[in-house]
């Protein structure tokens, strides 16, 4: 099936730095959503993004809307050993009626060395 | 609010029993539900969804059934589990239509041996 293309797989980083991850896709979504994970839990949203070229924050993380509606960036300003986890871009399609399934990168693993 | 519940937490068959896995969502009506699963070291997989009690589609052919026999109620089955079921399933909702935000469950990790 269909697949989003999530970089950087993992990050080892300092804590306090900022982190970058993104996702592309070959084809249009009408939104874009950034999870995080921590192990042996469900998803938990962070942002939702429905414009193209939208930039939202969400306290120290912030996301942007690619404008060719294929592709999305999330930011971490300063991060903190909580950070730590697995974070998921998806992509939904979100045209007429009925129901419309997530289509998911396969996550990048963020690890913060104190 | 809303809450959406999963169980059993974790579990673990024999290849070749039944399987059946139970999501039921509080604080909302008429939602959106669906059936993800993750193996492991990779993103969540679209199973089925239901935009109603009885209506259920599927996303990829496999062992694996759905049902919803009540408004807010989505079960997961199967009638002989394969080694190739194991991973963490995961139920989503999200309200009617598309393009809702979906909100994830806890998750059922499912170990076949």
């Known amino acids: 099936g269909q697949q989003l293309n999530q970089s950087p797989q993992s990050m080892f980083i300092q804590e306090g730095e900022d982190v970058s991850m993104n996702c592309t896709s070959s084809s249009i979504f009408n939104t874009w959503l950034w999870y995080k994970q921590d192990p042996g839990e469900g998803p938990v949203l962070l942002i939702a993004l429905y414009k193209a070229g939208e930039l939202t924050s969400n306290g120290r993380l912030t996301a942007q809307f690619g404008i060719t509606r294929k592709d999305s960036f999330l930011n971490i300003s300063a991060s903190i050993p909580s950070d730590v986890g697995i974070y998921f871009c998806a992509g939904q399609k979100g045209l007429g009626g009925g129901a419309d399934g997530l289509t998911f990168g396969k996550g990048t693993h963020l690890i913060i060395q104190p | 609010s809303q809450t959406i519940h999963q169980w059993p937490a974790t579990l673990v068959q024999p290849v070749g029993s039944p399987l059946s896995l139970e999501c039921t969502v509080e604080?909302?009506?008429?939602?959106?539900l669906y059936w993800y699963r993750q193996a492991a070291g990779r993103g969540l997989q679209l199973l089925f969804y239901?935009?109603?009690?009885?209506?259920i589609s599927s996303e990829v052919p496999q062992n694996l059934s759905a049902s919803r026999p009540q408004d807010r109620q989505f079960i997961l089955s199967s009638k002989k589990l394969l080694l190739s079921d194991s991973g963490f399933y995961l139920c989503a909702w999200s309200k009617q239509g598309r393009g809702e935000t979906q909100y994830f469950g806890p998750g059922t990790r499912l170990l076949v041996l």
């Open positions: 239901s935009v109603g009690i009885g209506q």
């Open positions: 604080g909302t009506s008429n939602p959106n």
